[in-house]
């Protein structure tokens, strides 16, 4: 009853193109909003903030910006790991600022501060990823996934091995000073959580805006025709090259914030390997498969769930039946890959098509069809 | 000869042996890629599975014996029995093709039809669910896998080479490993047997027929489900091979399933769809890394193996999309 355009005149062609034309959605969209800005902040502590919700804020980031080469732009990457290695060292040496040695002498540009950090490392990573993306001018589909491997295994070593980008810390860490905007520090140790969580919201809530409303104008039309086809697509005059490219920059710009974010604000101290490893790609990978590929709402659904089952999974098994944590880390991955499988047999579309039937369903409700 | 064309040849020598194991788990990958266009990322842990399972069963380990001491209090860990290896192996065969039918009904059967990605992600899933469940069964420390292969450097080889040196270099003969020898004869027994199966047997040539095209397969009366139960039975069985060769090497441990990601740079250089080409990537791969790192490694920190075989096939994909030996991939509109 509530949920349907009947009724719902729009008398402009701005009111006609926006994002949410169904006032239901609408509404539910602003009060998500207020409830993220103004009541969540109040009522979190850090283990709430540390265990879910910057999680689930920047790996939704990471896989947006995923979603929008593989899900619009159909061009697979198991890169993602090596992309946000890129923008967490970027943004650690923007943070502390930039040195060059010139004859044994260290020049260095001052301190960048933090928010400004995080959004240039997003344009080094944009500018890696363009790199890394022109093989897929000659490389398609399947042998394009494996090459984006290379992407991952050798941005991790690269990392590992550069002395320059973790400025010689004898332990090949990089760990974030403390920074902070307005005053307010949101990396280093002593934050407090609602600054943290609102810095990352912030981000997701800019980010997620320019993803929906590039995937609605030519720009996504374009890269969703070189994901159905792009021989024909070029027909019609989309440039491959320009779709393809501009896609793997976006999205790397997106993955790079989320990398930038992981290691500046979540996890504080960073080694490569270990933080963005070949399964953080799949991670992201799966977020956006199990969430939805083409939608923007499935990767938050894909990324809130992957990031709470495991938390869920813990504490149920762990907390509530009192089992040794390595038996319940083996169950956790037989449940994951369990419900993976489940969920790619029963809607290989993700929870975003689950929601587009509830949608059409509402429409029409309370009539059958 | 000088020593250090010596040290190029014996690193060249067993860049090839790394080559043919890494052909090994290429290969298990190419049959089910063939057969049914699923690419398995499980290939790896799939190996892992099966040598857990061998150690398991000739060691006498009580299986899930972690889990039922958790939940009942009991203390069961070993039945007590050792087992020859030959015996070992084939109840682990029998495992994996039950393990392969399982798969094929449990899942591939409900995914027929669906985009490829899709069918990628779902051996990811299977991946994982594997992993936790090798572990579950089996307890996730390292173990020893002794099935009576010979260790160490091979020391006829050492005499030999030794006197090929100049006079007065100091050179102390090459050092090959002989399980790398064995694991090469045995690569080379397992492809020459798979191509002999797959041309002149009647369930080899439905196989063939099916890889083909399904739907003429289906309609000569093949039947589809067996063939890719016998599908993924091999490829299990090429996985208890390889997780053998790699087990008995570095012992059967978590990384083992991490073999599988050094097998991809090897398919793409020789085409997912080609057995010759799996073997001559493999080769390619091997040598390639051992020199780049005896080479160049040194000029830059070294452990370059971990990502030149992936940049060597990017570079060598630019120049032909499909792989050495792939089908010429022709697009219409």
Known sequence: MLYREAGDYKTSYVDDGQSFPIKFDRIGFYAVLLVAFAVIPFLINSYWVNAIFLPFLIYAIAAIGLNILVGYAGQVSLGTGGFMAVGAYACYKFMTGIDIWIDGVQYALPPINIFFSVILAGFVTAFVGVLFGLPSLRIKGFYLAVATLAAQFFLVWLFNKWEWAYNYSASGQINAPERGVFGIPVTGPATEAWATYLFCLVFVVILAFIARNLTRGSVGRKWMAIRDMDIAAEIIGVNPLRAKLTAFAVSSFYVGIAGALFFSVYLGAVEVGEAFGIQKSFLVLFMVIIGGLGSIFGSFAGAAFLVLLPVLLKNVLVGGLGWPTDLAAHLEFMIVGALIVTFLILEPHGLAQLWRVIKEKLRLWPFPH | MSAAFLNTLEVMANGLMAGVLYALVALGFVLIYKASGIFNYAQGVMALFAALTLVGIMEGQVPFSHLINAVLGTDVHHFGWHLPALVGIVLTIAIMVLFA?????????????????????????????????????????????NVGLPQGGSFAIEDITRTWAAEGERYYGMYIDNLDMIATMVAAVLVGALVLFSQYTKQGRAMRAVADDHQAALSVGINLNFIWVLVWSLAGFVALVAGIMWGAKSGVQFSLSLIALKALPVLMLGGFTSIPGAIVGGLIIGVGEKLFEFWIGPLVGGATENWFAYVLALLFLVFRPQGLFGEKIIERV
């Not at chain 2, 990628?120 to 594997?130: E, K, R, V």
């Open chain 2, 101 to 145: 039918w399982f798969v094929q009904q449990v899942i591939f059967k409900h995914l027929v039809g669906q985009e490829p990605i899709i069918l990628f992600m779902a051996t990811i899933g299977l991946a994982y669910f594997m992993e936790g469940f090798g572990d579950m069964m089996w307890g996730s420390d390292i173990k020893t896998l």
